[in-house]
């Protein structure tokens, strides 16, 4: 993705952040940063794919690019190509167009599709409202959309209780592909499936990449899903990106601690290959009172003084050629690289 | 049925069949109307078809009181003053000779009136408002729950002689009265439903397509809510016709020249009537219970047919 610089969405300094209130007068006592700072852009036609343990701010940050979840701070910038629009400015009149432009795949099969409408009963509001009038039409659009997600279109009357896991999945892909949209964000769109399906899940979301030309935020925990579909990967940690770059370049020449510790905990289906596990101590410190400097500096092991105090920044480095983003003072050290 | 285990087996019955209902549902014609789906599934309910008649029956013998009956719900009959259910007189008379068959028709009309209206008009208010606020929260929840605990933390009965005293006693300042304290109880469970089922996922995808407010919750949430609205609804249609029949019993209903089904129960007061004339207050009694028992099975009917998950 290195050749195409072709920016789709930009966050700058993405924060969402909310508040904690106690007492008898629901004072407000603090902050949960489930977002705290986040830059990222996402290149048109590529898979982004945004990693990290529970609680990281992943879902927050998938909610906030498409404004399911306000953000307190920061800019979502939408580019085309004769306008940029931050879209967290604009009320919910001026989102319509650019809720065209972007949708979501969600976790759950179980809960993302409404059980008391039939498959065309909860598919035909979206289309209403974008413009297809008559109900042979939408009728005809969400038969061609179940189609492209492999399956029959006689199933639009049927209710949701009667699919499976992998079936609903697929209706929720079909549902956000519904009008058009450039950029999907798969919030662990494949996380609830078990691993057969999984694999089907995937397949359908590449080729449909390829057919619409799509762009995908991948949310997920599972890194061996990320290696098989993702170009580029942001692992994050207590709301922030700690690390960024090509998906094979991440494998290759990890540069933060964290990213090498979640690396080591993936799995590996071979019983010769003895891996050095790097066994996170404790848990992810609470997003409300983040520990100072680096957020990450109370488990990694290679901690220095400095990591206490300072808060790194994500900075720019260039392995063989490629940009290759992490915020880490380790790095900064000769002997790190 | 011969089931051969190679591959190439022959089709057997069961395929067949499969293949049928494959064959139709390809042809569109398994996509039921919802409506027919609706009523096959209420319908084959027997508690609900049961429920049905007997409530179609006490309205239409209610509402064609006039054509069923010779008499007058008021005129009085001194002559025949607490008589035994006869063939003149099918249910008896009361204390001034009224025909006790013509009142309790008669009075059917008000009563359902009073009870089935003020049910579903205050179960619409209640839902109108707990849908909505309950699915925006913030502010606006806040006011209306304040609102609907003002309502209800005033006891029914003062609130009632308060009215009366005010307004005068009269058949639609009851209903207002049974609206005004009725709403608040399916109001809160309106809410609550609300409130856990705007954060299921459909409710975000719906939101992420920019659809309003109103289409999110009265369209898309609403239906999923409805089982126990529905059954609130039933129970409270019961619980306003008997409070009719209490409150005309205290004399705070109805004016007692009316004929409801409270007012006729009214003179059960008296202890020797009660002991002595079991027709005056026995037949009207058992229209209570059938209508009100009617009721609840439809509403229990009605439930389970709006329950997709549910066969029907």
């Not at chain 1, 494949?190 to 390829?210: E, W």
Request: with cysteine.
């Amino acid at each position: 993705m290195q050749q195409n610089k072709d920016v789709i969405l930009k966050l700058r300094d993405l924060k969402a952040h909310f508040p904690v209130k106690a007492g008898v007068f629901k004072r407000t006592v603090g902050h949960v940063k489930a977002v705290d700072g986040v830059d990222l852009d996402i290149y048109r036609g590529e898979v982004l794919g945004v990693v990290g343990e529970s609680g990281c701010g992943k879902t927050t940050l998938g909610k906030a690019i498409l404004r399911l979840v306000e953000s307190s701070e920061g800019q979502v910038i939408y580019c085309s190509d004769d306008e940029q629009r931050d879209l967290t400015t604009l009320d919910n009149e001026g989102m319509v167009p650019y809720r065209k432009k972007l949708q979501i795949v969600f976790q759950d099969p179980h809960s993302s599709l409404n059980p008391a409408f039939t498959i065309f009963g909860s598919l035909e509001d979206p289309l209403k409202k974008y413009g297809v009038k008559s109900r042979a039409e939408r009728r005809k659009i969400i038969g061609d959309l179940l189609e492209a997600v492999n399956m029959r279109p006689e199933y639009m009357d049927r209710y949701p209780h009667e699919f499976s896991g992998g079936q609903r999945q697929r209706i929720g892909i079909a549902r956000a592909l519904s009008i058009g949209p450039e950029l999907i964000v798969c919030d662990e769109a494949v996380s609830a499936l078990d691993v057969s399906i999984q694999a089907q899940v995937l397949q359908l979301l590449m080729k449909l990449k390829q057919e619409k030309n799509l762009t995908y935020v991948f949310i997920t925990h599972d890194l061996s899903v990320t290696e098989y579909i993702c170009d580029r990967i942001a692992v994050m940690y207590l709301g922030r990106v700690v690390e960024l770059c090509d998906s094979e370049e991440l494998y290759n020449h990890t540069l933060h601690p964290y990213t090498r510790a979640l690396l080591s905990a993936v799995p590996v289906a071979d019983l010769d290959k003895q891996t050095d596990r790097i066994v996170l101590e404790g848990d992810v410190p609470s997003p409300v009172n983040p520990p100072s400097g680096c957020p990450f500096h109370p488990r990694c092991q290679s901690a220095i003084e400095r990591c206490k105090t300072d808060v790194p920044k994500l900075k720019r480095y260039e392995v063989d050629g490629r940009d290759h983003f992490a915020s880490c003072h380790l790095v900064d050290l000769p002997e790190a690289v | 049925m011969s089931v051969t285990h190679d591959s190439g087996r022959k089709k057997n019955h069961l395929d067949r069949q499969f293949d049928l209902i494959r064959r139709r549902e390809e042809a569109g014609e398994l996509s039921n109307p919802k409506g027919y789906r609706f009523a096959r599934k209420f319908l084959s309910n027997r508690l609900a078809a049961f429920g049905l008649v007997v409530f179609t029956l006490i309205v239409l013998v209610s509402v064609l009181a006039p054509l069923l009956t010779p008499y007058n719900p008021r005129a009085i009959d001194l002559r025949n003053i607490l008589k035994p259910p006869t063939w003149e007189h099918w249910f008896g008379t009361d204390k001034v000779g009224r025909d006790l068959f013509t009142r309790v028709l008669y009075g059917g009309q008000i009563s359902i009136l009073v009870g089935l209206g003020s049910a579903l008009a205050s179960a619409v208010v209640g839902v109108l408002v707990g849908c909505y606020t309950g699915y925006v929260g913030g502010w606006r929840d806040a006011l209306a729950m304040r609102v609907s605990e003002i309502f209800m933390s005033f006891p029914q009965i003062i609130l009632v002689l308060l009215l009366v005293a005010i307004l005068g006693q009269s058949l639609s300042n009851l209903i207002i009265i049974f609206i005004l304290t009725g709403w608040g109880g399916i109001y809160r469970l309106a809410r609550a439903r609300m409130l856990s089922l705007r954060e299921e996922e459909y409710v975000q995808a719906l939101r992420s397509f920019g659809l309003s407010t109103p289409i999110i919750c009265y369209k898309h949430i609403l239906p999923n809510a409805l089982g126990p609205i529905m059954v609130n609804i039933t129970l409270s249609t019961a619980a306003f016709i008997l409070a009719e029949a209490g409150l005309s019993f205290l004399g705070l209903g109805v004016p007692l020249d009316i004929p409801t089904w409270g007012n006729i129960l009214n003179v059960a007061q008296d202890l020797r009537i009660l002991e002595n004339n079991w027709w005056v207050w026995l037949p009207v009694g058992i229209v209570i219970s059938l209508f009100v028992l009617s009721v609840n099975f439809i509403g229990d009917g009605l439930r389970d047919a709006t329950d997709p998950t549910q066969q029907g």
